[in-house]
């Protein structure tokens, strides 16, 4: 998979070749052996070597001399997965000694994307359907019939229903499963639940495997794939409703001491489900302590909620619902009435900053953001994250972190690297933080649409300018490049801003217009600890997986990857049904 079948042909007579390959992603990377040609043993009978090359972006072949490491020929190609290729390395026909390198087609490349293709169109029909029958649902004439057909009560659940989404909330003993219930009411967004539930289901389906298309795992090292942008998505929306939800219960009345102890309780439970029960080295056994990683994902959730509700909880004040000395507040109010949270954050910022660029890092150059490996030519082998590595290897141990990272592939990297480490999660709080000004516009500017829309636009820009200057508009040359492993403050800027115009949209076709009921991803977005936890702990069993005929074909991976993604959908869907949430 993501290669293709070369066949080099040399008919020199007089030097072996050492052909070289480099990827194009791979920054300021060392020339990697591919393979070695003898010389040609007559004329007219080249020396053939068969080997398989990278699909998945161009790549420079470089053909010297085995024994005077002279460069011969050099070549920049885009090679097609599954093709068959020749690479013709002779004497040019009409210039003596001039040797003519020449790559042909043996036979073309199948097409990759035509099964993503495939899946969109079944999805849009899917999607179509369903809108279609919604409609006629509808309908007066149909509406009638089925109440002739059906069961009275089960027909008026149905003609009520937006797509599975009830439309009043029934009373229960508990203040906070009333306030969960209450999804369709002006008092809950929709479009929050919406966006959870969106990054929820790409995250899934990136960690099923997306596929086995490149863009849709995690970049190598600096840039962003569709894999790279969900999880801070996750982090903005938790401090969202963290802003939400603590202003709704110091408005019933709760106590901060009893609102501090949930907080203790749920990033305490957040930590150990991530540590115990979706642990990547869980599965050698209940007693491999000595490999168990210690940072993930819910970890670092968990300690991200901690801090952010924590800080949030100190200086929270129940913002009225209707909240008028607040709609006539100066453009930065959201801002100004917490400025104590934003000197904390600023602080921690400074200090993520310090740390990263002036940390001695021993055998590494300080302030080193690279990945080692091969790349930076190679300078840097074991320096792999620079400060944000070290401090991980120096307090967790090499053991207990994670041991595949993403620039393994690519730039060969030795050492084991956590994407998930101690030094990110201060910028994966700042992301947080950012995500709480979202909550803080919402309820500032509370059913004042247009001015919700405009502060979250020029958020969006703010956010945007910052990461243009931290990376000079560039991939690599940057002051900060975009780097998901080291979660780079330019990381988290990018990212917001993209994730304040993804709620912009939402928001508007959500829950102002009412276009859109947010199906199908309102329904994991309201029950996404239990669909993280699902996706992670039933991942290799049947019906989310299965053996596949030809595991070499992007078509059933991909298959597999939406039929289980699919799958937690719909069950998620029937949980919201039957009003069964996991709330920790």
Same mark, same amino acid.
């Given at each position: 998979m993501d290669q293709a079948l070369l066949l080099i042909h040399s008919?020199? +007579?007089?030097? !072996?070749?050492?052909?070289?390959?480099?990827?194009?992603?791979c920054y300021q990377c060392l020339y990697q052996v591919l393979i070695t040609l003898p010389k040609s043993p007559k004329p007219g009978k080249p020396s053939t070597e068969a080997v398989a090359v990278n699909t998945q972006h161009p790549v420079i072949l470089q053909l010297n001399d085995t024994v005077e490491e002279r460069e011969i020929c050099r070549l920049h190609y885009s090679f097609g997965e599954f093709g068959n290729y020749s690479l013709w390395v002779k004497y040019h026909p009409d210039v003596a000694d001039e040797i003519a390198c020449n790559i042909v087609i043996n036979k073309d490349p199948i097409s990759t994307f035509f099964p993503i293709l495939v899946a969109f169109l079944i999805y849009m029909a899917i999607l179509i359907c369903m809108t279609l029958g919604h409609f006629f649902v509808k309908l007066d004439p149909v509406r009638n019939w089925l109440y002739k057909k059906m069961n009275p009560r089960e027909t008026d659940r149905l003609i009520n229903s937006e797509l599975g989404s009830p439309t009043r909330a029934d009373s229960y003993n508990s203040d906070l499963q009333a306030e969960v219930w209450r999804s369709s009411s002006p008092q809950r967004l929709r479009s929050l639940d919406t966006f959870r539930g969106f990054s929820l289901i790409i995250m899934v389906f990136v960690n099923y495997g997306g596929g086995k298309?490149?863009?849709?795992k995690h970049e190598g090292w600096n840039g962003l794939t569709v894999a790279d942008l969900v999880f801070p998505w996750f982090v903005f929306i938790m401090g969202s409703s963290i802003s939400l939800s603590l202003s709704s219960m110091l408005r019933r009345g709760y106590s901060k001491w009893r609102l501090l102890w949930k907080i203790l309780w749920r990033s305490f439970?957040?930590? %150990?489900? &991530?540590?115990?029960? /979706? !642990?990547?080295?869980?599965?050698?056994?209940?007693?491999?302590?000595?490999?168990?990683?210690?940072?993930?994902?819910?970890? +670092?959730?968990?300690? =991200?909620?901690?801090?952010?509700?924590? %800080?949030?909880?100190?200086?929270?004040?129940?913002?009225?619902?209707s909240n008028s000395l607040e709609r006539t507040c100066s453009f930065l109010q959201e801002i100004i009435s917490y400025w104590p949270q934003w000197i904390f954050i600023l602080m921690l910022e400074t200090a993520w900053?310090?740390?990263?660029?002036?940390?001695?890092?021993?055998?590494?150059?300080?302030?080193?953001?690279?990945?080692?490996?091969?790349?930076d030519f190679g300078k840097y082998p074991n320096c792999t994250g620079g400060a944000a590595g070290y401090i991980d290897h120096l307090l967790l141990g090499e053991n207990h972190?994670?041991?595949?990272?993403?620039? !393994?592939?690519?730039?060969?990297?030795?050492?084991?690297?956590?994407?998930?480490?101690?030094?990110?999660?201060? !910028?994966? $709080?700042?992301?947080?933080?950012? &995500? /709480?000004?979202?909550?803080?516009?919402?309820?500032?500017?509370?059913?004042?649409? +247009?001015? $919700?829309?405009? +502060?979250?636009?020029?958020? *969006?820009?703010?956010?945007?300018l910052i990461s243009g200057v931290l990376t000079k508009f560039s991939q690599n040359e940057g002051?900060?490049?975009?780097?998901?492993?080291?979660?780079?403050? *330019?990381?988290? =800027? =990018?990212? *917001?801003?993209?994730?304040?115009?993804a709620l912009l949209l939402i928001y508007y076709f959500v829950d102002v217009k009412r276009l859109w009921s947010g199906a199908p991803f309102f329904y994991p977005g309201m029950n996404s600890i239990l669909v993280y936890v699902g996706h992670e702990v039933f991942e290799n069993y049947f019906p989310f997986q299965w053996k596949m005929q030809d595991n070499q074909s992007h078509a059933e991976h991909l298959t597999q990857n939406l039929v289980a993604t699919s799958i937690w959908v719909i069950i998620s869907y029937i949980l919201y049904r039957k009003r069964i949430f996991w709330k920790i």
């Open positions: 008919e020199l +007579r007089h030097k !072996n070749l050492t052909v070289y390959w480099l990827s194009d992603h298309y490149w863009f849709f439970l957040l930590f %150990l489900i &991530g540590v115990l029960i /979706v !642990n990547p080295n869980y599965c050698l056994g209940p007693l491999s302590w000595d490999k168990l990683r210690i940072p993930g994902v819910l970890q +670092r959730l968990g300690f =991200t909620y901690l801090v952010v509700a924590t %800080l949030e909880l100190l200086f929270a004040k129940a913002v009225p619902e900053l310090c740390l990263t660029f002036l940390l001695p890092v021993p055998g590494c150059p300080t302030g080193y953001l690279g990945p080692g490996g091969i790349g972190i994670y041991q595949h990272p993403s620039p !393994n592939v690519l730039y060969h990297t030795k050492v084991a690297y956590d994407p998930e480490g101690i030094l990110g999660t201060i !910028n994966s $709080i700042v992301m947080a933080f950012l &995500g /709480v000004q979202a909550g803080k516009i919402l309820l500032f500017y509370k059913e004042q649409h +247009r001015q $919700i829309m405009l +502060r979250f636009l020029t958020w *969006s820009v703010v956010m945007g002051f900060v490049p975009i780097n998901k492993n080291l979660w780079s403050i *330019s990381y988290v =800027t =990018t990212l *917001s801003c993209f994730a304040f115009v």
